[in-house]
Each structure stands twice: as C-alpha cells, then as structure tokens.
C-alpha cells in the first residue's frame, strides 16, 4: 500500500492535550462501525468520547438520524458538528485531534488507508482500531496504537459485545503510549515525501515489466 502522504508542519502535536479525550472524526456512516461506540463509552466510563463529523450529503443527514437516536442516553458520548470541507474544516480536525488523549477508529469495512489514523498519529495521539483494511500497516502495534481483533461472526450472535470489548481494552492500551514515539514514528512513515517515493518506485516497478504477486512491494 502506498500510505496518503500528511503535511507533518500543519498536523502536530499538542502540549495541552486532554487524558481523558477519545475522539473519532470521520464521515457519518454506519460502515465506520460508530454503533460500537456507545457501547464502548459504557465500558469506559472515566472517559470522555467526542464524535465529530460533517454532514455532507442526504446519506449522511439519514445517518446523522439513526446514530443520535443510538448515541442518546450515554453520558460520556457527544457528538460534534465540524465545518463542512472549506476554510476551518482542517483546522477544527487538527485541534480537535491534537486534544486527544486517543483517536478511535471502530470502522467494520475494509479501510485501505483511514486518513485520521495517519493525521492522529502525526499529532502524536494514539489510536485504538480494529485490525481491518489497511491499519494494521499504519499502526506499530504497542507504540503509536492498539489493534482490537475484528469479532468473528459480526454482526450476529454476541459479536457486538465481544467487538466493543476488544476496543475498549485497545483504548486503555492506547492511552499508556509515548506521544513523542508516536509523532517520531509519523514522521518516518507519514509524510508526503515518503508517499512521493513510494509512488515513484511503485512506477518505476511497473515500467520494468514487474506486476502484483511477482515481487512488487512497496515500502
């Protein structure tokens, strides 16, 4: 996978961070796995979890709907409204991230490469995730996050339980992580000169005749 490349001087960490915060930002889709937080933030009762989200389409407003009326009743669970795309929408992300204690990302689908993993990280915040998609090649596993293994059988029988559980351990995990560690690592595998290379040799790669399976890698 070639990682999305960040801008590390407009994503970085924060001194005044909150240690009780875990946040998720992302679109309002249920693909991202947002029913899990609920149940997370009711296993972790002593934290703070921000949900926050532009709404962008119709899809998302249906969602938007669905997810309060899941979210309502947790005390420790809020959702924030952030800009729509546009002046301050990167800048209310960034501050937000960089408050955090912990970024949560509980998405179910196969996310190849979730942008806040790699902008959480920049800012030095941890993330606790499920081992889907392309996060377990974003994440040093006990260093910069912790990966929640993906409940067999989900959605049925007990998988949602046993899911949020996983998560919950990964965020307890994830707050006992070295910030500094986490924004050294982002350094070294996030930034937009390393995505250039990656893609310069995946080309190169390509225009030598090399293909998928016979010995095509990128770092």
């Avoid at 934290?47 to 249906?62: D, E, I, N, P, Q």
């Avoid at 209310?92 to 490469?113: E, F, G, N, Q």
């Avoid at 790699?118 to 006990?142: K, M, T, Y």
Wanted: proline fraction near 7%.
């Amino acid at each position: 996978m070639v990682r999305y490349g960040c801008d590390l001087d407009f994503y970085r960490p924060s001194a005044d961070y909150e240690r009780d915060l875990v946040v998720y930002i992302g679109r309002p889709h249920e693909h991202k796995g947002l029913s899990f937080l609920p149940l997370v933030a009711r296993l972790l009762p002593d934290l703070r979890f921000v949900c926050a989200w532009g709404v962008t389409s119709l899809v998302h407003a249906k969602a938007v709907t669905y997810l309060e009326k899941k979210f309502d009743g947790v005390r420790n669970l809020t959702i924030l409204a952030l800009p729509p795309p546009g002046p301050g929408h990167h800048e209310a992300k960034r501050d937000l991230l960089a408050r955090a204690a912990v970024a949560i990302h509980p998405a179910t689908y196969l996310d190849a490469c979730p942008r806040t993993v790699i902008e959480a990280q920049s800012c030095g915040v941890p993330v606790a995730a499920f081992d889907r998609g392309g996060v377990p090649e974003l994440v040093h596993p006990g260093r910069t996050g912790a990966l929640a293994m993906f409940p067999e059988g989900w959605p049925l029988g007990d998988s949602w339980e046993s899911g949020a559980h996983a998560l919950a351990m990964s965020v307890r995990s994830a707050l006992e992580m070295d910030r500094e560690y986490v924004r050294r690592w982002a350094v070294a595998v996030h930034g937009a000169e390393r995505m250039a290379r990656d893609y310069l040799a995946l080309y190169g790669a390509l225009a030598r005749g090399v293909r998928w399976g016979r010995g095509l890698t990128v770092s």
